[in-house]
């Protein structure tokens, strides 16, 4: 059923003019409920059908949602393309983004316009479909806020120094998140998504080549040097979680226990005695993990909410109206 474009538009008004007199969030489960009822439904109809030709998009759509809501926050300013190669996705911290992230975005979107026009949200597409890969994988399904606008700006120059990197030890990663509002168990919860996709080498090579960092199970690190030699090829790359890469499952954390932590930024999880217990309860209980990293998730989601004139609906994902 198409949704007229005024309805829409009356529609949001009246959601504006509530929401800041009551000063509660903007965003609402139902948001769409008389617009665009079918949203979810749609992107999940995309979801499934990119995951059974690709299953590597469902890591690359995470990310993709990761780096979206730490710059300018959850408004698919990440998605935004310029000849000038001086957008966010353009930044070093984002090359290493594949493609079917977006793609799958894009074909959402595409199937979503061709039922209410004008309506949706490229970043709250980009949360749903996210939302959905988790659950493909095998991880919590949980219900997602909307309303969010897309963004206005896009610039590389603000990438830097909001992207966890690797490299960083725990002080560094929390300081991070902080700036999100977003506490040590969220960061704890958010870094188990590395329990699905993959790594090229060099984002790990710090640890094993000019010396192979003590903290890594020798046989783990025997084999990461096979696979990732020096100067191995830039398009080599390695499952995160080395024992169940294709679902999604606390087994990260019980890897951590054992050193197979691929990444600095991993491991220091569980070397830290601030973030020990933590860890230690998530690999005990993958209820408890689940449950951390729903709550985590829906924190990260309102990050940056753009409303009003403050934003746009895209008709194009990849670029502003």
Request: contains cysteine; proline residues 3%; aromatic residues 8%.
């Amino acid at each position: 059923m198409e949704v007229s474009h005024r309805s829409y538009v009356l529609y949001s008004l009246i959601m504006v003019v509530v929401l800041t007199k009551t000063g509660k969030s903007y965003l609402t489960e139902n948001f769409y409920a008389k617009t665009c009822p079918m949203v979810e439904t749609l992107v999940k109809k995309e979801v499934d059908k990119k995951v059974n030709q690709e299953f590597a998009v469902i890591a690359d759509t995470l990310r993709l949602f990761f780096h979206d809501c730490f710059v300018e926050g959850c408004d698919a300013s990440i998605m935004i393309e310029s000849k000038k190669g001086d957008v966010e996705k353009n930044a070093s911290d984002n090359l290493s983004l594949d493609d079917d992230g977006i793609d799958l975005v894009m074909k959402a979107k595409k199937a979503v316009e061709s039922v209410c026009p004008g309506v949706v949200s490229c970043a709250d597409i980009l949360v749903i479909a996210t939302r959905d890969c988790v659950a493909r994988a095998g991880g919590p399904w949980y219900n997602v806020d909307l309303g969010r606008r897309d963004g206005l700006i896009s610039k590389a120059s603000r990438v830097t120094g909001n992207i966890p990197k690797p490299t960083f030890n725990l002080n560094q990663i929390k300081k991070i998140f902080a700036k999100k509002n977003l506490s040590e168990c969220d960061m704890i919860a958010l870094s188990g998504a590395h329990t699905v996709g993959v790594s090229r080498c060099k984002s790990f090579a710090n640890r094993l080549h000019s010396r192979v960092d003590p903290l890594l199970n020798p046989t783990y690190a025997k084999q990461l040097m096979a696979t990732c030699p020096k100067n191995a090829n830039s398009t080599i790359t390695v499952d995160m979680d080395p024992n169940t890469p294709n679902i999604f499952d606390n087994v990260y954390y019980k890897n951590l226990m054992v050193g197979k932590g691929l990444f600095t930024s991993d491991v220091v999880l569980y070397t830290d005695l601030s973030s020990r217990k933590v860890v230690k309860k998530f690999a005990n209980n993958r209820d408890d993990f689940n449950a951390a990293f729903i709550t985590a998730m829906r924190k990260l989601g309102r990050v940056g909410v753009k409303i009003g004139n403050q934003g746009e609906i895209r008709r194009d994902c990849t670029a502003f109206n």
